[in-house]
Nanobody, 123 residues
Framework: QVQLVESGGGSVQAGGSLRLSCAASASTYRRYTMAWFRQAPGKEREGVASINTVNITVYADSVKGRFTISRDNIKNTVYLQMDSLKPEDTAMYYC?????????????????WGQGTQVTVSS
């Protein structure tokens, strides 16, 4: 069982930056591909970025070149650095672990989810 706790959300103006953190409760998280998802009101959940156990990353087209996912296996934490933020990035952001389909983590549900952290970008 892995518990995930996100932090780092907030309000920022367009063009600004935020760094989200996802702290995992167990070192077993190192076995899993980790991912960030987001969901805006009235929209479907969207896979944003993922990182596997050998640090191979995948990004949604909408965030490529602006967001960076990383993991620190000593701190049991995954990060999402978000730069050049746009109003359309406004959403609740969720951390997830252990994809049902590890070969397509951004299109897959996951066994473990955090509670979410809100990101609001104003124009």
């Amino acid at each position: 069982q892995v518990q995930l706790v996100e932090s780092g959300g907030g309000s920022v103006q367009a063009g600004g930056s935020l760094r989200l953190s996802c702290a995992a409760s167990a070192s077993t998280y190192r076995r899993y591909t980790m991912a960030w998802f987001r969901q805006a009101p009235g929209k479907e959940r969207e896979g944003v970025a993922s990182i596997n156990t050998v640090n191979i990353t995948v990004y949604a087209d909408s965030v490529k070149g602006r967001f960076t996912i990383s993991r620190d296996n000593i701190k049991n934490t995954v990060y999402l650095q978000m730069d050049s933020l746009k109003p359309e990035d406004t959403a609740m952001y969720y951390c997830a672990a252990d994809a049902h389909n590890p070969y397509a983590p951004l299109r897959s549900s996951h066994n473990y989810w955090g509670q979410g952290t809100q990101v609001t970008v104003s124009s």
